[in-house]
């Protein structure tokens, strides 16, 4: 099995499982019950990987709540706040939430779930393949133009996980904060593919999951802003009072072990394993060009910098469409040659309609459901880029001659 799937989810990093081991056996204890010792260790070992996690994304261990992962974070980021700002505003709005055509359903949802309850929502549109600027990316002219006076937030994804692109985060928060709204940055795919770092993307709150960078399923953080602008969010689970109230339930102490542990290793390694995955990245995309005719890329160009201010596209990322097949028989074949990719996000790949961010990006149904995503890891080598390309040209081929 060839593993291209790594927006999906990763592997498990075995340094990782090594520093959960004891929290999953002997060292059980439950960090709310500070009687007695195990209880005590627990406490200690949890407060220690808020330090470290916080400190992985530049934030302070106070503004970190943990959560079950990049899905749960998202959820407690918009409802927590449009909660708190229920029935407060005057009009027909309840409040206005900006967001982008072309988000995870982890947001999507949730807003769409707001709408329903009287918010009005803005769902920005993205620059299209073939228009100018880069594929992807929303114009920022189009948030000057949504935002007012009762928009209250503004999510956006940091890196996309179907074609990889960044957006221009920075300029988004200053705009956001300029008209007084919050800003939640959707930051699941980000770490261990670029520099996260809470401060410098202006994010109020950012969702985090451990599984996207190696580190355990079930886990993830939610940054709510204390320094500055200070955020408050309502807690949408009731309970113990855990996580400062914001998220009531018995903390999952070798999950956050792990989580901790997989975000310090996703930094300590960045500046090895990002050139390494972009160089087997291009390599793939350059055998795709050479051997399958006519493979076209989604999202912004393999080369697209932006004069170096800031990534474009993530260095673990290639979304392309192969033209003159089907897409299901195309999924279904390469499976068969045991290569793991997906034609769009891991959470619509079982729904048969095809993604809404390759149609976000004026692709034809027919073109999105003949894409391909890949995504690659610090554990990607580069026989398996080869022999993927390799298996994927004898694949279209095949079905090309059907
Ligand atoms: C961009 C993005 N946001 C949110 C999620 C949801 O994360 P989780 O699986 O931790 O709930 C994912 C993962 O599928 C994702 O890729």
């Not at 407060?47 to 079950?68: L, P, Q, Y």
């Not at 959820?75 to 005057?90: K, P, Q, V, W």
């Amino acid at each position: 099995m060839i593993y291209l799937d790594n927006h999906a989810t990763t592997r498990l990093d075995p340094r990782v499982l090594e520093t959960m081991l004891p929290w999953l056996t002997d060292r059980y204890g439950n960090a709310g019950s500070v009687t007695h010792e195990l209880g005590r260790e627990a406490r200690v070992k949890v407060d220690a990987s808020r330090e470290v996690f916080a400190a992985a994304i530049g934030a302070r261990a106070n503004e970190i709540v943990f959560t079950s992962g990049a899905t749960e974070s998202a959820n407690l980021a918009i409802l927590g706040t449009a909660s708190r700002i229920r029935g407060r505003t005057e009009g027909i709005s309840r409040g206005h939430v900006i967001t982008i055509a072309t988000e995870h359903h982890a947001i999507l949802d949730p807003i769409e779930h707001l709408e329903r309850e009287g918010f009005a929502v803005t769902r920005l549109p993205v620059v299209g393949q073939d228009d100018p600027g880069v594929p992807g990316r929303i114009r920022l002219a189009d948030l000057d133009a949504a935002l007012r006076p009762d928009t209250f937030l503004v999510s956006v994804l940091l890196a996309n996980n179907e074609i990889g692109v960044v957006q221009e985060v920075a300029a988004i928060a200053d705009r956001v904060h300029a008209e007084g709204a919050m800003l939640h940055v959707d930051s699941a795919q980000a770490l261990g593919r670029m520099k996260v770092d809470v401060d410098a993307i202006g994010a109020d709150l950012a969702s985090f999951s451990g599984h996207k960078f190696h580190g355990p399923k079930g886990v993830g953080a939610l940054y709510v802003r204390r320094r500055g602008r200070a955020v408050r969010v309502d807690p949408l689970v009731f309970g113990g009072g855990q996580e400062r109230g914001m998220r009531s339930g018995t903390l999952d102490v070798p999950a956050i072990v792990g989580l901790a542990e997989a975000a310090r290793l996703a930094n300590e390694g960045l500046a090895e394993e990002g050139p390494q995955m972009r160089r087997l990245r291009d390599r793939l995309w350059e055998a795709l060009v050479d051997t399958v005719p006519d493979v076209a890329i989604n999202g912004p160009a393999i080369d697209a910098d932006d004069g170096g201010r800031a990534a474009v596209r993530l260095v673990n990322n290639l979304n392309v469409h192969i033209p003159g097949v089907d897409g299901q028989s195309l999924l279904a074949t390469l499976s068969g040659e045991g290569l793991a990719v997906s034609s769009g996000s891991a959470c619509s790949s079982e729904s048969p309609r095809p993604s809404h961010v390759l149609l976000a990006l004026g692709l034809s149904e027919d073109q999105a459901r003949a894409s391909l995503r890949f995504g690659l890891s610090r554990f990607t080598t580069e026989n398996e880029v080869d022999e993927a390309a390799r298996r994927i040209a004898a694949g279209v081929a095949g079905l090309r001659a059907i």
